[in-house]
């Protein structure tokens, strides 16, 4: 069975611009969660979304806005681009907001 | 944004030495979850623990949750070198649209064979 799968695996962006990661949950999976985890850190709790509405919104600004799709994928937009946006950003996917969450390999975003 | 606190932040051992490390907070957590991370990856699932007390096993890891739900800790025994890694623990807070998982810092380990 397939994983969990974030597209582009690498990106790389100018200050200003804006991006778009998307994330395929694991069939069968209706919860999508999605963190950014700058280097040495641990993951940062940015959106869940389970049924395709918002359930959980972590401390970001309002340049961070995520979907979720009928078949349960997910789209995470960064507008307005800062240096201190560089991270690897994560995608987790449950059976249920409070089930265990399964990550995919992230997208590793660089802005210069 | 919210952590938890993790200790040691790093660990070099030998090969098949144990290891213990573990996490601790002020707030009180309903779950605790350990994960493992290794470069270029996103994190693993190694245990997830849900009641106060609870004691749980995965092969060499053994991971409990601490009775005042305010810690946790994860121990590996017999090391080896595919252990290397960086751990991290996960606590769940809150309920209906406020559920979140904060975060340690992480530990990383590194096995010399």
């Known amino acids: 069975d397939a994983g969990v799968t974030q597209s582009p695996t690498h990106l790389i962006k100018t200050r200003g611009q804006q991006v778009t990661l998307r994330c395929s949950p694991i069939s069968g999976h209706k919860s999508v969660s999605w963190y950014q985890q700058v280097l040495g850190q641990g993951p940062q709790f940015i959106f869940q979304y389970y049924e395709k509405e918002e359930r959980g919104r972590g401390n970001f600004p309002d340049r961070f806005s995520a979907r979720q799709f009928p078949n349960y994928s997910s789209e995470l937009n960064v507008n307005a681009l800062l240096l201190g946006d560089s991270a690897l950003y994560l995608c987790?996917?449950?059976?249920?907001?409070?089930?265990?969450?399964?990550f995919g390999q992230g997208t590793r975003l660089t802005v210069v | 944004g919210q952590q938890l606190n993790q200790s040691p932040q790093s660990m070099f051992i030998q090969e098949g030495e144990d290891v213990s490390m573990n996490c601790t907070s002020s707030s009180i957590f309903n779950t605790w979850l350990w994960y493992k991370q290794e470069p270029g990856e996103g994190p693993v699932l190694l245990i997830a623990l849900y009641k106060a007390g609870e004691l749980t096993s995965n092969g060499r890891l053994t991971a409990q949750f601490g009775i005042t739900r305010k810690d946790s800790f994860l121990n590996i025994s017999a090391s080896i070198p595919s252990d290397v890694g960086i751990y991290f623990c996960?606590?769940?807070?809150?309920?209906?649209?406020?559920?979140?998982?904060?975060w340690g810092l992480g530990t990383s380990l590194a096995v010399n064979p």
């Open positions: 996960a606590g769940q807070l809150g309920a209906g649209n406020n559920r979140k998982l904060i």
């Open positions: 987790a996917s449950a059976t249920t907001p409070l089930a265990e969450a399964f």
